[in-house]
């Protein structure tokens, strides 16, 4: 369990060691150089560790470093400080290590981007431990991590909308605290607000203002998102924040065009809610979606892109050389050119009953800020792909029992080896194959549910309390309908795709064919998972996304 030095609010310096006694040292000899200016907190475990820095981060107290020993069980030092990168991303990272882990150590700085490692023992702390610090403090104290005002949300846990307001702050890293209606904290921040609980959730934002049920556009404009863009015209507008977008808008940047990223929730995508993706080039160890995506909107940014969330498109017109973005609520931006990177969303179930508890135990896609409440119970997942596999791992962590509910014969048609193989070797983990949900059961929260065998048509009524879904892809295109080729599924082909004999699409008045990744409307590129025949993974959105740029550079340059 954590430990902290005194309950003031300060610069958290923590320290992790599953030895007690190392644990003890290293806390003596930090508070006896750095007790008066910083708060010292100690753990004897990673997970201890995580749940501390949580909590800091949830209140808004800054940590300027994190200290970890790498061998630990359960969760390294290594896998310990990258989740930790999650939590306090401008937190110093060290390492202590042994001599014979020097390698690991060597590794981590590429892995995590570790600052430094030091080696045990660090007697005398005069010079070998102290001097490390100092320079890491000082780093820390250059750039700006005041304490951010934190945002505190009053709902009910069987709540849908309560749900969705704590997910839309988690994946646009905002940071909130959560407070039950039923608790004398929540109850006091409603008397505050003149409310009786009966409307709910209650969103207070750092400033204090009250916002009563927020939808997301309202939301996102109160805790400090942008919302509105600062120009009427851009060289590039890309519609949609996952991998693909991010991508697109990193490289748009780079290259010097004004790009517009537009996001309807938030940046990530369903790789955003990805607890870990470990098939992604350059991490070894994997990579959490939350960390991969955050990674990606700050390089975007530092570029010169704007990124606007909780903005809904609801059109696509031709005006000349402009191609004109429509938003739902009537206003407009113009753009030489346009990459759409809407990806797609989960299929919902068509069950009985599931409609009705979505939000209140039945989920789409990870839902990770539910996750700690899954603690001790069983939980269900439809799916049987890369996204099913990766929360089945997650949630296992937690929960006492994990099934996941498979339509098909067997995981291995559309789920990666690597996690096929961690979910056999998991002890807690169960595959129903040929099962699909028949019906949902419960009052104002998930109880039951019924199973069915699709070949033998047996059903089963097991006692259930989390539903999480992964099923299909949906693609974001509707809103095209009239303006860009679709295919049946909704998917949008390019280039020679668009016609069975490669000749261009009808209507298509330029001499040249349409490039690769461009569609039936010149200067309109798609990329990522809404692209016909897509690979539906990570690194290739990213690179599709970086390809569209490259395109839409040749367009500019021929117009």
């Known amino acids: 369990m954590a430990q902290a030095a005194g309950t003031a609010t300060r610069t958290v310096i923590l320290t992790v060691d599953d030895d007690p006694g190392v644990s003890r040292a290293v806390a003596r000899d930090l508070r006896r150089r750095y007790g008066e200016a910083y708060r010292i907190v100690r753990a004897e475990s990673g997970e201890s560790a995580l749940e501390a820095l949580r ?11 994190i200290m970890a020993d790498y061998r630990m069980p359960r969760m390294n030092g290594i896998e310990f400080l990258e989740q930790a990168l999650d939590v306090h991303p401008g937190a110093r990272r060290v390492l202590l290590t042994a001599y014979a882990d020097t ?24 010079e070998k431990l102290y001097p490390v610090l100092d320079d890491l403090l000082e780093t820390w104290r250059q750039s700006d991590h005041r304490p951010v005002a934190v945002t505190k949300v009053v709902g009910h846990r069987w709540s849908a909308r309560s749900s969705g307001v704590r997910e839309f ?26 409310q009786d609980g009966q409307r709910l959730p209650l969103v207070v934002t750092p400033d204090g203002t009250p916002l009563l049920e927020p939808q997301d556009p309202e939301l996102a404009a109160r805790v400090g998102l942008a919302t509105t863009p600062t120009a009427e015209f851009y060289d590039l507008v890309v519609i949609g924040g996952g991998p693909a977008g991010l991508g697109a808008a990193v ?16 940046t990530g995508g369903q790789a955003g809610q990805s607890s870990r993706i470990e098939n992604y080039l350059g991490f070894p160890d994997g990579v959490s ?6 990674r990606a909107r700050r390089q975007a940014a530092k570029f010169g892109a704007e990124i606007l969330t909780a903005r809904q498109v609801a059109g696509l017109e031709v005006s000349g050389a402009a191609r004109i973005v429509r938003f739902s609520d009537g206003s407009a931006i113009a753009a030489h050119s346009v990459i759409l990177a809407t990806g797609v969303s989960y299929r919902q179930l ?33 799916g049987g792909a890369n996204s099913a596999g990766q929360a089945a791992m997650y949630l296992s962590r937690v929960a006492k029992s994990v099934t996941l509910l498979v339509r098909g014969e067997s995981l291995s048609a559309s789920m990666s080896h690597y996690l096929v193989q961690q979910i056999t070797e998991a002890p807690n983990i169960a595959v129903r194959t040929r099962t699909v949900v028949e019906a949902a059961h419960g009052t104002g929260r998930l109880e039951q549910l019924t199973l069915r065998d699709v070949v033998s ?8 309390q989390w539903l999480f879904v992964f099923i299909g892809a949906a693609p974001l295109t509707d809103w095209l ?17 668009m016609t069975s004999d490669g000749q261009p699409p009808p209507g298509w008045e330029l001499a040249r064919p349409p490039y690769h990744l461009e569609t039936n409307v010149p200067g309109v590129f798609v990329a990522g998972d809404a692209r016909a025949e897509s690979a539906k993974r990570v690194a290739s959105a990213v690179g599709e996304g970086a390809m569209a740029v490259m395109l839409v550079h040749r367009y500019l340059e021929q117009s």
């Open 169 to 194: 702050l988690a994946r646009n890293q905002v940071p909130y605290r959560w407070y039950s209606v039923d608790t004398p904290e929540g109850q006091r921040l409603l008397a505050a607000a003149g």
């Open 103 to 126: 390698g690991a150590a060597i590794d981590a700085i590429n892995v995590i981007d570790l600052d430094h490692y030091l080696l045990k023992p660090w007697d005398p702390p005069e």
């Open 350 to 382: 068509a069950a009985p009953g599931l409609a009705e508890l979505t939000g209140c135990g039945v989920f789409y896609g990870s839902a990770l800020t539910e996750a700690p409440a899954c603690s001790g119970h069983d939980v269900y997942i439809v």
């Open 457 to 464: 048509g047996h059903t089963e009524l097991v006692g259930a």
């Open 481 to 497: 309908e009239g303006t860009v080729l679709r295919d049946e599924h909704g998917f949008i082909p390019t280039g020679p795709d």
């Open 55 to 65: 909590e800091l981060k949830l209140r808004g107290d800054p940590v300027a470093v």
């Open 251 to 266: 490289y748009g940047a780079s290259e010097g065009l004004r790009t517009l990223l537009v996001e309807r929730s938030a």
């Open 289 to 294: 979606g939350a960390q991969l995506t955050e």
